[in-house]
């Protein structure tokens, strides 16, 4: 048997193809990941001018058109992931990017309000299925390099929404509106044209499988090496509804999976949400009070941009010195350090909106607001990317898409949400009320959820009560 499955030094096996071509695969897939959250955002400097062109006189539905996006990136991975852990990584991404090139050329020439919404969200859909770049990189990289991987799926995601107002302000004032969405899609064409050269399977499952079925292996071997991937046809409907439920199961089988995502549904409920919000407002702010243009206001989100810049490299430098810290060994419980630095970061979430909030309304210099908000950015991410890693990892190579679908719909729902009723709150309480009230919610999640995860981390008690993810995930010999 282990002459059949020496799949570690396999050739075949992607954590041992040459550097130039894992190195090929993973830029293609982040920059389709960056291109797809670019999509998204690149319309929030100029909704102004998408009002005025389409005739919007509610503020509701025209941050809608900005917001819509995020709605199918929370919906699209719940499909898309859990499927490329059944058929391959590849074909999400030539299926994503197919959508997400047609639909952001249409949105160029819609002729209604109407129609601009449903060609956003379906453009959304394609850029949902990009996000499996993460899985990818799961793939390629052996597991200590995975907090660097993590990280720069992380920083795509977050740069991609970042840079977007700035590219969409210089765009609308340079050639026009309708090139912010003619941009994006030509960019994506551009990508996919490269990615049908360069791009190869990655899911090493289905490359063992592609591989062993030329060899002659008796039932116990295939059942050991594969599972239930290698059954026949007869099983597919089996296999594919454990493969769309697996995200809902996650939470159900491993408690700090549980105790995590109930933390990335809650706090993520605000911190994402407030993202979102900031970036739909901008041009509230820097046009209505600070006088900016356009192009100007797009420069503004560098700010945010440079606190998730920041934020990215500060967590992989304490990532290696809390991994040297030693772990709890009383009472059986092993406190992971990735927790630690996630209580650690949440308790500063604050500082940020109350900076940004404040300063906006009592009309400081406009670098002030710029500051607070990058600095949010900052903790947002910082707080994001331990728990991203913390579930990939407990959730094992096999599944890592499927936990990030599970993350996924708790926090671009709300990015979805908070624009829709944000501006009227804020129009009513006052910028600085308003993000102080955010800022107090985010105070108690910070202290609550991080604090019984870190101490009840490992605990034997817990463990009893925990199925193996991803052993529960994959049985499906009913």
């Not at 993973?26 to 100029?46: E, H, K, N, R």
């Not at 002659?216 to 090496?225: G, S, V």
Request: charged share 10%; aromatic share 12%; with cysteine.
């Amino acid at each position: 048997m282990d002459q059949v499955d020496d799949w570690t030094n396999d050739s075949q096996n992607p954590n041992n193809w040459p550097f130039w071509k894992r190195g090929s695969i993973v830029g293609i897939s982040l920059s389709f990941t960056m291109l797809a959250t670019m999509s998204s955002s690149i319309v929030a400097p100029v909704l102004p001018q998408i009002a005025t062109e389409f005739g919007i006189h509610s503020i509701t539905l025209n941050n809608m058109v900005f917001s819509i996006f995020t709605l199918a990136l929370s919906f699209g991975p719940l499909v898309f992931h859990p499927l490329s852990e059944v058929f391959g990584r590849l074909w999400v991404f030539h299926t994503g990017a197919f959508l997400l090139v047609v639909f952001n050329i249409a949105c160029a020439y819609a002729p209604s309000t109407a129609t601009l919404i449903i060609f956003r969200f379906l453009a959304g859909l394609g850029g949902s299925a990009m996000h499996v770049s993460t899985a990818i990189l799961v793939d390629v990289f052996h597991r200590h390099r995975r907090m660097v991987a993590s990280s720069t799926s992380t920083i795509a995601i977050f740069i991609g929404s970042s840079v977007g107002p700035v590219i969409g302000g210089k765009i609308t004032e340079e050639i026009g509106l309708k090139w912010i969405f003619l941009v994006p899609g030509i960019a994506c064409g551009v990508m996919g044209i490269l990615g049908a050269v360069l791009l190869r399977e990655t899911y090493a499952p289905l490359l063992r499988h592609r591989k062993y079925r030329k060899q002659r292996l008796d039932a116990e071997q295939h059942l050991q090496l594969f599972g239930d991937f290698d059954k026949p046809v007869i099983h597919f409907k089996r296999v594919m509804k454990h493969a769309l439920i697996r995200p809902f199961k996650i939470p159900f089988t491993h408690f700090m999976c549980s105790v995590l995502l109930l933390y990335v549904g809650l706090s993520n409920t605000f911190h994402p949400g407030i993202y979102y919000l900031m970036l739909a407002t901008f041009p509230v702010v820097f046009q209505g009070v600070y006088s900016f243009s356009a192009s100007e206001t797009g420069l503004a989100y560098l700010g945010p941009s440079a606190g998730i810049f920041l934020s990215v490299g500060s967590v992989v430098f304490l990532h290696r010195i809390f991994g040297h810290l030693p772990r709890k060994a009383s009472s059986g419980t092993k406190g992971d350090p990735r927790i630690l630095m996630l209580l650690c970061t949440a308790l500063t979430v604050p500082v940020g909106l109350f900076i940004y909030g404040w300063t906006v309304q009592a009309r400081i210099h406009f670098i002030a607001p710029i500051i607070g908000a990058g600095y949010f950015t900052f903790t947002m991410a910082a707080i994001f990317l331990p728990v991203q890693y913390y579930l990939v990892d407990v959730i094992t190579v096999l599944h890592p898409a499927s936990g990030m679908a599970a993350v996924s719909i708790t926090r671009f729902t709300f990015g979805f949400a908070f624009p829709l009723f944000g501006q009227q709150m804020l129009d009513n309480m006052g910028n600085g009320a308003g993000y102080s009230m955010l800022a107090g919610l985010t105070i108690i999640l910070g202290i609550i959820i991080p604090s019984i995860a870190y101490f009840f981390d490992g605990s034997k008690g817990i463990r009893l009560f925990s199925m193996p993810v991803s052993r529960t995930i994959i049985d499906t010999t009913e």
